[in-house]
């Protein structure tokens, strides 16, 4: 944990780094060594170079001859290729990122939580845990193994950096490392390694428990990196949430089609009618003519005339329903008797078929009082 808040109160450093920088001095400019110091709120180193340079002992800026990070701070104009190198196994870059050195043994000095520029223990690999690196631990720029076991003599290193509130607030956050073996922690007042606290526990640091995290009520919460367990009843939730939604959604769509279906039923019967009266006009265009051309020998000229108007006498559509088209046949209660003058049957007839409107009254007027052609071919 106190590398997240760590990296967190870096980053905020490195905004006022990013102030300072054009006030820094370039390759080849003075510097002076006894400037260089570490920055008292985050423990940053600080030297009057930029960030891609270290303050040489001659006094000048010179480019930086390692790097201790992957991807450096600085460096955002540089290619992966033109970085500095990192160190081989055993050495280490220091802050000032002037050289390679090598790796301190035990008591060597180390700088500020630079846990990887001490040696490796021989069973490192036993010692290795989540709060030191590879073993070694770097406490009061001192090398120590990781291997105080419990109730021995350890030694801790208290670190109080400044945190703030979203309000602006400051406040002292503060890590506290030691040298205790993995499970262990350091006991500030007794000095002696101690084993660490399960979760519910009471604490009063982060370090006194295995999850890492002493919450609010002082006891040991649970870990920052804690997988969240849903309840069963949010699976149940979520998978009929999920039901719901895609039932939904068919069912608009099922809704949204139906009506789009039936109105294309609707123009399609449309048309079929359309095309069958069409058809079915034809035909009886068609039948009437062969019927008037092809009357039976021996037929007086009387009977062929007024099969031209008489029903029984020849082929016509009106006197068939079943051959109508369906929008064209007649509905029962119009249907029409023997009674009617045949002039009328005729008219109505040929309303049928030639989709005339059946109007008796204004049809007289149009039949019988049409107006002569003024002036039209007398003379
Ligand atoms: C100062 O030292 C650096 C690193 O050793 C070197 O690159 C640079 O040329 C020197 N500058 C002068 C003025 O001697
Ligand atoms: C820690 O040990 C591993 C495995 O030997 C190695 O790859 C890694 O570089 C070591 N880390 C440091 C900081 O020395
Ligand atoms: C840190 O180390 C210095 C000597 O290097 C010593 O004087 C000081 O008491 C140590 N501080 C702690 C807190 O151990
Ligand atoms: C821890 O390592 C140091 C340095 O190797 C050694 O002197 C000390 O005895 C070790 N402590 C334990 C408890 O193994």
């Known amino acids: 944990m106190w590398s997240i808040s760590r990296a967190t109160i870096l980053s905020l ?32 180193l600080v030297t009057d170079c930029d960030p891609t340079t270290y303050c040489a002992s001659n006094g000048t800026c010179a480019y930086k001859g390692c790097r201790k990070d992957i991807y450096p701070f600085g460096y955002a104009d540089y290619a992966f290729d033109q ?5 081989p196994m055993g050495q280490f870059c220091p802050d000032e990122g002037d050289q390679c ?19 490796l223990a021989d069973d490192y690999k036993n010692l290795a845990g989540f709060l030191n690196t590879n073993g070694s631990i770097c406490l009061n720029f001192t090398c120590y193994y990781a291997n105080v076991t419990l109730g021995q003599t350890c030694i801790t290193d208290n670190t109080a950096y400044t945190a703030y509130l979203d309000s602006g607030a400051a406040y002292a956050f503060i890590v506290s490392r030691d040298n205790c073996a993995n499970g262990m922690y350091c006991d500030g007042t007794a000095l002696q390694c101690m084993k660490m606290k399960r979760r519910g526990e009471a604490c009063s640091g982060n370090k006194e428990c295995l999850t890492y995290n002493c919450d609010e ?12 367990h849903p309840g069963a009843w949010q699976y149940v939730l979520v998978a009929l949430g999920i039901v719901i939604l895609v039932g939904g959604v068919m069912t608009g769509l099922w809704f949204f089609h139906r009506r789009s279906r039936k109105e294309n039923q609707i123009r399609l019967e449309q048309y079929y009618n359309e095309q069958i009266a069409y058809r079915q006009s034809i035909m009886s265009m068609s039948h009437a003519k ?52 045949p002039r009328d049957r005729m008219q109505r007839a ?4 030639l989709l005339m409107p ?21 003379g």
């Open 101 to 119: 050195m090598p790796q301190q043994p035990v008591g060597g000095s180390c700088q500020k939580d630079r846990d990887n520029e001490c040696a």
């Open 358 to 378: 059946n109007d008796a009254s204004n049809r007289d007027s149009r039949y019988m009082d049409a107006p002569e052609p003024r002036g039209g071919y007398r």
């Open 290 to 341: 062969n019927s008037l051309l092809s009357l039976p020998p021996n037929t007086s000229q009387d009977v062929a005339r007024s099969s031209l108007y008489r029903d029984d006498s020849g082929w016509t559509s009106a006197t068939n329903d079943a051959l109508l088209p369906p929008n064209m046949r007649r509905d029962s209660s119009s249907g029409w008797s023997d009674g009617d003058a």
């Open 13 to 44: 450093s490195t905004i006022s780094l990013l102030c300072l920088v054009s006030a820094k001095s370039g390759f080849g400019e003075a510097c002076d060594q006894s400037n260089t110091h570490l920055d008292t709120n985050t423990y940053n």
């Open 217 to 228: 009520n002082a006891k040991c919460g649970k870990a920052a990196d804690e997988p969240i």
């Open 350 to 353: 040929d309303s049928e078929v």
């Open 83 to 87: 970085l500095p190198p990192m160190c």
